[in-house]
């Protein structure tokens, strides 16, 4: 059993940053996928970002690629999501979540997630 806690979350102005943090529980988090999802008000949860196990690469949405950041650090049980360039359709829920096995983009490919952080960017 994996429990993840986000934090970070907050107001920005559009072009701002903001970086994320997930702490997870467990003493095998090398072991997980980790990954960022994000809920917009009204619409499905979408792939944002992850980092695969054991230094398993790293793999972005098309509408982040190039602002945003996955990164971990192991000896800390913590993935962050360092978010640049922030935008106003980058408003959403952010979610943390951790899965055994390879990458996936699919929502139903993740075993754990966390309760959530709101991200909001105004124009």
């Known amino acids: 059993q994996v429990q993840l806690v986000e934090s970070g979350g907050g107001s920005v102005q559009a072009g701002g940053s903001l970086r994320l943090s997930c702490a997870a529980s467990?003493?095998?988090?090398?072991?997980?996928?980790m990954g960022w999802f994000r809920q917009a008000q009204g619409k499905e949860r979408e792939f944002v970002a992850a980092?695969?196990?054991?230094?398993?690469?790293?793999y972005y949405a098309d509408s982040v690629k190039g602002r945003f950041t996955i990164s971990r650090d192991n000896a800390k049980n913590t993935v962050y999501l360092q978010m640049n360039s922030l935008k106003p359709e980058d408003t959403a829920v952010y979610y943390c979540?951790?899965?055994?096995?390879?990458?996936?983009?699919?929502?139903?490919?993740?075993?754990?997630w966390g309760q959530g952080t709101q991200v909001t960017v105004s124009s």
């Open positions: 467990g003493r095998t988090f090398s072991s997980y996928t």
């Open positions: 979540t951790a899965k055994l096995g390879p990458p996936g983009t699919a929502t139903t490919q993740f075993d754990y």
């Open positions: 980092n695969g196990r054991w230094g398993g690469g790293t």
